[in-house]
Nanobody, 116 residues
Framework: VQLQASGGGLVQAGGSLRLSCVVSGVITVNIHTMAWHRQAPGKQRELVASITRRGTTDYADSVKGRFTISRNAAKNTVYLQMNNLKPEGTAVYYC??????????WGQGTQVTVSS
């Protein structure tokens, strides 16, 4: 199972970015919850948002109302639309997916830098 994240970059505060993460090496029916996490310098990795196979979403309080997680089952892809970005959102963003009867897999991370 491999996860390839993309879409990070440098953006000014108030701007937007859309992250994508493609999962390969597993059939769609075995992909369960997908999620985005982030790790800022000197801080622990934290869960940003998650989405179940049925589309139930959950968000960290700090991003509610600004970030939207979605998934395209046909493409084995999870997205994170990030609007009104803040400087404290600067971090490496990681995607993860739970695979039935296999475990949790992680992508390599994509850097998001928000300038003030």
């Amino acid at each position: 199972v491999q996860l390839q994240a993309s879409g990070g970059g440098l953006v000014q505060a108030g701007g937007s970015l859309r992250l994508s993460c493609v999962v390969s090496g597993v059939i769609t029916v075995n992909i369960h919850t997908m999620a985005w996490h982030r790790q800022a310098p000197g801080k622990q990795r934290e869960l940003v948002a998650s989405i179940t196979r049925r589309g139930t979403t959950d968000y960290a309080d700090s991003v509610k109302g600004r970030f939207t997680i979605s998934r395209n089952a046909a493409k084995n892809t999870v997205y994170l639309q990030m609007n009104n970005l803040k400087p404290e959102g600067t971090a490496v963003y990681y995607c993860s997916t739970d695979v039935y009867m296999s475990g949790t897999y992680w992508g390599q991370g994509t850097q998001v830098t928000v300038s003030s």
